[in-house]
């Protein structure tokens, strides 16, 4: 099926870019085949843009991106020449609050087994989905510093949630389950922190109650986060809040390959997407070949598919699985393609043909 679909590109910093580069070019590559006809836009925010300008995201901007845009395709931010990372809160966290991206979603599928650092990879397909609340919680910035500077400081950070707010990333994941056959977990805190995570579990009781054919259960998230080292392969989807969904994230990356490999998806399902990879700007490494572009290619394919360009996404998800079964990998993964290289033979693989850069 073809999506006509319009992308705003944002590379953003450090690496960013340049991962970024490769995913567009083998977004191209896919257009070229047939699988999907879209149109690429770049816009050049990040430190350099903030440096030179001032500017971290103009009203003017902002309007144009959600307006004439179907999604938002998205590198990286963090610079140290910017130490308050002003820009990075405007742009990322800015476009995820503004345009109400409230379902984080990040799928953790193990590609290739020997890159789980997990001695029981090889026995069990790993592949999860890990549904997090992305607008509430502690990153909603509130809070206080009393007494700064003296013995008497204190800090307080407040986490919010709102029925409306935990009810509708729960449905969303019981919604997503119920036809995948999918157990859907719900990872908290309520031992510790009774008045939220109470909330969370009333809200995720009702609606599975909704659902009497899928399968449910909540987990405190220090006995999960075990688990999931444990018997990965025995999740679904894992729903929960900002802070937590943030850490268990990270995990599962790791626990399917690395950084490098994880792809995530910013989404308010039917209105608005920013699809990114979960690794960072990297700074050390810029300009060396050494950045890791498939997180950002695998991001790509998850646009795709949101935007019913299945064949395409399914075409980029192929050609990652067979890159790292035929040994195409930046040094990350073991392997010693450059970032240029990696991508330039994913969009070969996709269209059939070398694609420019």
Known sequence: ??????????????????????????LRAAAAKGLSDLELTHFPHGADHYLATGET??????????????????????DPRVPDGRHARDLLLGLRVRLDLFLNRRPL???????SPLRSADSAPIDFEIFRENTEGLYVGIGRVEH??????????????????????????????????????????????????????RVFAEVAAGYPGVESEMRYVDALAMEMIRVPERFGVIVTSNLLGDILSDLGAEIVGGPGLAP??????????????????????????????????????????????????????AAVDAALASGVRTPDLGGSATTSQVGNWLAKRVGGADTPA
């Not at 995201?57 to 938002?72: G, K, M, Y």
């Not at 986490?159 to 056959?181: D, K, L, T």
């Not at 990297?282 to 949101?306: C, E, H, K």
């Open 1 to 26: 099926m073809k999506a006509s679909l319009r992308i705003a590109v944002i590379g953003g910093d450090g690496i960013g870019p340049e991962v970024t580069r490769e995913a567009c070019r083998v």
């Open 148 to 201: 700064e500077g003296t013995p008497d400081e204190v800090a307080v950070s407040e986490s919010v949630a709102s029925r409306f707010g935990v009810e509708r990333i729960v449905r969303r994941a019981f919604g997503h389950a119920a036809p995948r056959g999918l157990r859907v977990t719900l990872a908290d805190k309520a031992n510790a922190v009774p008045h939220m995570f109470g909330l969370w579990r």
């Open 109 to 115: 599928r193990l590609r290739a087994p020997e890159l």
């Open 57 to 78: 995201l103009s009203e003017q901007t902002f309007e144009s991106l959600r307006d004439d845009f179907d999604a938002i395709l998205f590198g990286a931010v963090g």
């Open 264 to 317: 995530s998806a910013n989404v308010n399902p039917g209105a608005h997407g920013l699809y990114e990879p979960v690794h960072g700007s990297a700074p050390d490494i810029v300009g060396t070949g050494r950045a890791n572009p498939m997180a950002a290619v695998l991001s790509a394919a998850l646009l795709l598919r949101d935007h019913g360009a299945v064949d395409a996404a399914d075409a980029v998800e």
